[in-house]
Structure formats: structure tokens, C-alpha cells
């Protein structure tokens, strides 16, 4: 809990939607504690759903934290230096307005004195509003139409320059401001659209808001190398990406069918012969099928009630109307609840958690990608830290796989902090454009990457990079992407296609969130992006 401030001398100006505010007290060294703080009003014309844009200005290098006002505050980029002013930082912060009057509390870990800026504007998309960050001009964003765009030059003696305008997304931007005095200008690209936030369905969009599936990554997230490779094992023909399917079952009024235990697992033994009783059974339609694999093959499957799913690995059901097969099942997940999964696969994360859903990364969301965490399989054998000590795997993982100490970075020289379950992410300063990505889907996986990360869910079991996707009863979103642009989303490195040297692209830039835990959820700061509207009952 963080402790009550004295010393604070503050004014507060409202003038024509800005409001601003500054404050004094002597230093004081709490680690994640405040230092400093300051209250500055709420402009006098903000209405529920209204984006509130603050710049925060303070003489320190700790985090800025924010309540009031705004259903959820989040960083718009990571701080940034104020030329000449002598250490003194400036970030930019934004969320939608809730309708309370109340002032608006900033507060700093690192300073003496803090002062905030805050403007609104109205016809911001409440759901999903921050599509693009820049430190310069923003590029043309893919599917282009209208958004505001909101620049800000920060000032340690004078209101901060805060201005927006609509732009045409399709063309480049340049910042609404002027950089005076050297100061860095950072300018977001907001979606226009609806001011009232619309209810998650749980089955598209499940988990509480404060999941780890649905928390951004911080602002101040502490990064470390990957260092994995344009090629992985140096294989020219190594899949980039890989596809792992996982079955994903919404119809719980399905008849139920018998799931038996069958030890075949990843032997390569037949899977479609129980070797036991019946352990469990769900909802599956009768012609539903999954044939004898080695793959992954994770399933989930909604139970009556819609409101809890049971996740198994592996499935197999060889025939229409046939008993199941499968090696070991979960404990019922609440698609209300936090989402870490445990138990099942190299890391306990399994199931639908991360999957590449059906209706994403389509041509119609270009202008961003999925806005949820991924779940990703990796080459443990060279990608991972060797871990001969048992130390195999980090939070939220709860488990590494039975030969981890034997296997794990046998092959490679990963840092220490990639173990699994570690958090991937390309680092907020990382800007995309400088990629060179050629595809659309491409740039949605690294907005993705950029925004949310994607955590280390299995080994690979190849020099391969893989990304968890959905197959059910409603389709498969590998039928979708091919659909979509012409092209597999499975392919090789062999083929030189621009979606694999895009994949290429991406991996080599990706780092560790090293500071990712259970009381900072994405690393340290305020999140990249707002938390999700509250599920729908």
C-alpha cells in the first residue's frame, strides 16, 4: 500500500479543456513508493467515454502511477528525457473518462517535484483506442480511415504543448506539435469510433480484465535479449512459423462424449487406442474428428453453463461418434478467472490460452493485431537457459517438461532469463516501421508482440517457432488466414516467402520481460494499453 504524501503545494489550472498542475516536497527514497505527487482537475467539458490525455513532467527516473477520472490509466510510450532541463523525465498517459468529477492523482517513485498537463477529447473508439506510438512521424497504419492523433512536447516550467487533430491513417503523420528546444515530441494514434465500452463475450474474448492474457506490457518493463536467431539451428528448412493447432470446443449442447485414457501421448504409439477407462466426459459433436498424431493437440471444451471449459492433451478421436483418447485432463477453468492454466504441457499453459483465435488478424483488423497475450512453442534445446539444477521455468509457469534439466539449452547459449513461461515482447522503443515488414499479417503479430508479448507455453520438439492457433467445430483459423491472403501461415524458412522473412524479422528483435510477475503483470509501469471492457455475464 502506498503511503500518504505531505509537503504538497499545488495549483491547479483549468483552462479551455487543459488542466495543469505541479508539486513540491522533499525527496524521499521508497523504492516503488511515491516521492512526489500531484492532483490536477478534471477539464470542466469531459463526459463519460472522452479520451483524457496527461503529460507528466517530474526530476527523477522512478514510474508514474495514476488514479481518477479514467476507467483504466495506461502509458502511451515509455518516458523520455527532457533535453537541458537537468534530469528531469516526461511520459505520456491516457484512458477513457468514467464521468467523475474527482481530481485526478499522479504520483512518482523517483523525484522531488512532478507536474501533469491534461487535455480530451470526444469520438475516441472507448474500447480499443491506441493503435500506433512514435517519437516522430507515425506511419501510414494497414486499412487506413480516420483517427486522432495527439502529439505532446513536455515543459518542466510551462504547460506542456498538447494538441490533436483527425488524420487520414493511410498517409504518414506528422506530429501536431512543434518540438521546442530540442524536447522530444511523442505522438499516439488513437481509432475513432463509439465512446461507450461494450461487454467482452467470455468465449471470444475470455478472463478477467487483469489476466495475464489481457494485461498489457508495461511502460517501464525491464527487458532482456532473447537472442534467438533469424534461423533456428541454422535449418534453412525450419518452419517460420510452425502451426500448433488446439482444438477449441464451444458447444455445450453437444452430446456427451466418452473421453478414455490412452498412455500413447508423444511416443508415436497409436493414440486412437484407449489403453484404459473412461476418465472424463464433455460435449463434443459426433463429427467431430482428430486423427492419430504426434502434434501437440491440446483441447478445450465449454461446458454447460458456459462459464468453465476442461482442457486435456493429447486428443485424439479417430472417427465420427467415437469415444475420445487422451493422456491427462485439467481441473475446470473459469473463462472469468485469472486464465494460468497449470498442469498440462511443458509449462501448465495449455488449452485455448494465447491461441490465435478465429476473426483475428484478418484483413478488416489491420490496423492492429490480436489484443491479448500469445502462447508460443520454441526450440527449448537451444533457446532456452541449460538448467541442469531443476530451475527450469519462471512465472506463470508452474511446470517444464519431464527431461528439461537434461535438454533445456543443450544445444544453445540462451540468457538466464529464458526459461519457460518467460514473457517475449519487442520493446516499446523498438519502432515496428524500421522492421521492414513486408505483410499485413505481419505487422499485426508484431503490434501484437509490441503491445501484450507472447509467453513460452512448450518445446517446439524442432528448430522451429511456433504459435498456438484455433481448429474446432467452427472452423480452423489456418483455413481462415489462407483464405485471407493466399498463402499458408504454416510454411518454411526455405521458401523465402515475405510472411517468413517477416516472422524472421520479428524474432530476432524479441526480448524478455525479466520484471514480469505476479504484482507486475507485463513488467514495471503503467500498461501499453488500457485494460478490457469488464465481461459480459
Same mark, same amino acid.
Given at each position: 500500500?502506498?503511503?500518504a504524501?505531505?509537503?504538497?503545494?499545488?495549483?491547479?489550472l483549468?483552462i479551455?479543456?487543459?488542466?495543469?498542475?505541479?508539486?513540491?516536497?522533499?525527496?524521499?527514497?521508497? +523504492?516503488?513508493?511515491?516521492?512526489?505527487?500531484?492532483?490536477?482537475? @478534471?477539464?470542466?467539458?469531459?463526459?463519460?467515454?472522452?479520451?483524457? #490525455?496527461?503529460?507528466?513532467?517530474?526530476? $527523477?527516473?522512478?514510474?508514474?502511477?495514476?488514479? &481518477?477520472?479514467?476507467?483504466?490509466?495506461?502509458? $502511451?510510450?515509455?518516458?523520455?528525457?527532457?533535453?537541458?532541463?537537468?534530469?528531469?523525465?516526461?511520459?505520456?498517459?491516457? $484512458?477513457?473518462?468514467?464521468?467523475?468529477?474527482?481530481?485526478?492523482?499522479?504520483?512518482?517513485?523517483?523525484?522531488?517535484?512532478?507536474r501533469?498537463? @491534461?487535455?480530451?477529447?470526444?469520438?475516441?473508439?472507448?474500447?480499443?483506442?491506441?493503435?500506433?506510438?512514435?517519437?516522430?512521424?507515425?506511419?501510414?497504419?494497414?486499412?487506413?480511415?480516420? +483517427?486522432?492523433? @495527439?502529439?505532446?512536447?513536455?515543459?518542466?516550467?510551462?504547460?506542456?504543448?498538447?494538441?490533436?487533430?483527425?488524420? /487520414?491513417?493511410?498517409?504518414?503523420?506528422?506530429?501536431?506539435?512543434?518540438?521546442?528546444?530540442?524536447?522530444?515530441?511523442?505522438?499516439l494514434?488513437?481509432?475513432? &469510433?463509439?465512446?461507450?465500452?461494450?461487454?467482452?463475450?467470455?468465449?471470444?474474448? =475470455?478472463?478477467?480484465p487483469?489476466?495475464? %492474457?489481457?494485461?498489457?506490457?508495461?511502460?517501464?518493463?525491464?527487458?532482456? /535479449? *532473447?537472442?534467438?536467431?533469424?534461423?533456428? &539451428?541454422?535449418?534453412?528448412?525450419?518452419?517460420?512459423?510452425?502451426?500448433?493447432?488446439?482444438?477449441?470446443? !464451444?458447444?455445450?449442447?453437444?452430446?456427451?462424449?466418452?473421453?478414455?485414457?490412452?498412455? *500413447?501421448? %508423444?511416443t508415436?504409439? /497409436?493414440?486412437? !487406442?484407449?489403453?484404459?477407462?473412461?476418465?472424463?466426459?464433455?460435449?463434443? =459433436?459426433?463429427?467431430?474428428?482428430? =486423427?492419430?498424431?504426434?502434434?501437440?493437440?491440446?483441447?478445450? %471444451?465449454?461446458?454447460?453453463?458456459?462459464?468453465?471449459?476442461?482442457?486435456?492433451?493429447?486428443?485424439?478421436?479417430?472417427?465420427? +461418434?467415437?469415444?475420445?483418447?487422451?493422456?491427462? #485432463?485439467?481441473?475446470?477453468?473459469?473463462?472469468?478467472?485469472?486464465?494460468?492454466?497449470?498442469?498440462?504441457?511443458?509449462?501448465?499453459?495449455?488449452?485455448?490460452?494465447?491461441?490465435?483465435?478465429?476473426? !483475428?488478424?484478418?484483413?478488416?483488423?489491420?490496423?492492429?493485431?490480436?489484443?491479448?497475450?500469445?502462447?508460443?512453442?520454441?526450440?527449448?534445446?537451444?533457446?532456452?537457459?541449460?538448467?541442469?539444477? +531443476?530451475?527450469?521455468?519462471?512465472?506463470?509457469?508452474?511446470?517444464?517438461?519431464?527431461?528439461?534439466?537434461?535438454?533445456y &539449452?543443450?544445444?544453445?547459449?540462451?540468457?538466464?532469463?529464458?526459461?519457460?513461461?518467460?514473457?517475449?515482447?519487442?520493446?516499446?522503443?523498438?519502432?515496428?516501421?524500421?522492421?521492414?515488414?513486408?505483410?499485413?499479417?505481419g505487422?499485426?503479430?508484431?503490434?501484437?508482440?509490441?503491445?501484450?508479448?507472447?509467453?513460452?507455453?512448450?518445446? *517446439? *520438439?524442432?528448430?522451429?517457432?511456433?504459435?498456438?492457433?484455433?481448429?474446432?467445430?467452427?472452423?480452423r483459423?489456418?483455413?481462415?488466414?489462407?483464405?485471407?491472403? $493466399?498463402?499458408?501461415?504454416?510454411q518454411?524458412?526455405?521458401?523465402g516467402?515475405?510472411?517468413?522473412?517477416?516472422?524472421?524479422?520479428?524474432?530476432?528483435?524479441?526480448?524478455?520481460?525479466?520484471?514480469?510477475?505476479?504484482?507486475?503483470?507485463?513488467?514495471?509501469?503503467?500498461?501499453?494499453? =488500457?485494460?478490457?471492457?469488464?465481461?459480459?455475464?
Amino acid at each position: 500500500m502506498r503511503q500518504a504524501l505531505t509537503t504538497v503545494i499545488c495549483a491547479v489550472l483549468v483552462i479551455a479543456g487543459a488542466a495543469a498542475c505541479s508539486s513540491q516536497q522533499e525527496p524521499r527514497v521508497t +523504492g516503488d513508493r511515491p516521492t512526489a505527487s500531484t492532483t490536477v482537475a @478534471v477539464p470542466a467539458s469531459v463526459a463519460p467515454g472522452d479520451l483524457v #490525455v496527461a503529460a507528466v513532467s517530474w526530476n $527523477g527516473r522512478g514510474r508514474v502511477f495514476a488514479r &481518477g477520472a479514467v476507467q483504466a490509466w495506461a502509458a $502511451g510510450d515509455r518516458a523520455v528525457s527532457v533535453t537541458g532541463s537537468g534530469g528531469w523525465r516526461s511520459q505520456v498517459i491516457y $484512458g477513457i473518462a468514467t464521468g467523475d468529477r474527482s481530481p485526478i492523482e499522479i504520483e512518482v517513485t523517483d523525484g522531488t517535484t512532478v507536474r501533469a498537463d @491534461v487535455r480530451r477529447w470526444s469520438g475516441v473508439d472507448a474500447t480499443t483506442p491506441l493503435i500506433a506510438r512514435s517519437t516522430g512521424a507515425l506511419a501510414p497504419v494497414p486499412g487506413g480511415g480516420r +483517427g486522432l492523433a @495527439v502529439s505532446v512536447a513536455a515543459s518542466t516550467s510551462a504547460p506542456s504543448a498538447i494538441d490533436g487533430r483527425v488524420v /487520414d491513417m493511410s498517409r504518414r503523420t506528422a506530429p501536431v506539435v512543434a518540438a521546442a528546444g530540442g524536447v522530444t515530441v511523442q505522438t499516439l494514434l488513437f481509432a475513432l &469510433g463509439p465512446s461507450d465500452r461494450t461487454p467482452r463475450d467470455p468465449l471470444r474474448e =475470455p478472463f478477467a480484465p487483469t489476466s495475464i %492474457w489481457n494485461t498489457a506490457i508495461g511502460a517501464d518493463a525491464d527487458y532482456v /535479449d *532473447a537472442r534467438m536467431p533469424a534461423r533456428p &539451428g541454422g535449418d534453412r528448412f525450419a518452419p517460420m512459423p510452425q502451426n500448433d493447432q488446439t482444438s477449441i470446443i !464451444e458447444t455445450p449442447d453437444a452430446p456427451l462424449t466418452d473421453v478414455r485414457y490412452s498412455s *500413447a501421448g %508423444w511416443t508415436g504409439r /497409436d493414440r486412437c !487406442e484407449a489403453t484404459s477407462r473412461t476418465f472424463f466426459r464433455v460435449p463434443m =459433436p459426433r463429427d467431430y474428428v482428430v =486423427p492419430q498424431s504426434t502434434d501437440n493437440e491440446g483441447a478445450s %471444451w465449454l461446458l454447460p453453463g458456459n462459464r468453465t471449459v476442461l482442457q486435456s492433451a493429447p486428443l485424439a478421436r479417430c472417427s465420427p +461418434g467415437s469415444p475420445a483418447t487422451s493422456l491427462d #485432463v485439467s481441473d475446470p477453468v473459469d473463462l472469468h478467472g485469472d486464465g494460468v492454466t497449470r498442469g498440462l504441457g511443458g509449462s501448465g499453459l495449455t488449452g485455448m490460452v494465447g491461441a490465435l483465435r478465429l476473426g !483475428e488478424l484478418r484483413p478488416s483488423t489491420a490496423a492492429t493485431g490480436p489484443r491479448h497475450a500469445l502462447r508460443v512453442n520454441i526450440d527449448t534445446d537451444r533457446q532456452l537457459h541449460r538448467c541442469p539444477d +531443476g530451475d527450469c521455468f519462471r512465472w506463470p509457469a508452474s511446470t517444464s517438461d519431464s527431461d528439461a534439466e537434461r535438454t533445456y &539449452g543443450s544445444k544453445g547459449s540462451a540468457p538466464s532469463a529464458m526459461k519457460m513461461g518467460a514473457l517475449l515482447a519487442i520493446p516499446l522503443d523498438v519502432d515496428i516501421e524500421s522492421l521492414g515488414l513486408q505483410t499485413v499479417p505481419g505487422r499485426q503479430i508484431a503490434w501484437t508482440l509490441q503491445n501484450y508479448g507472447a509467453y513460452v507455453g512448450d518445446s *517446439a *520438439a524442432c528448430a522451429c517457432f511456433a504459435f498456438v492457433t484455433e481448429k474446432g467445430p467452427s472452423g480452423r483459423f489456418a483455413d481462415q488466414f489462407r483464405d485471407d491472403y $493466399g498463402y499458408p501461415f504454416e510454411q518454411r524458412i526455405s521458401t523465402g516467402s515475405p510472411w517468413t522473412r517477416d516472422m524472421q524479422r520479428i524474432q530476432q528483435v524479441l526480448a524478455v520481460v525479466d520484471d514480469n510477475a505476479p504484482d507486475d503483470i507485463g513488467g514495471g509501469g503503467l500498461p501499453a494499453q =488500457p485494460a478490457p471492457a469488464p465481461l459480459a455475464p
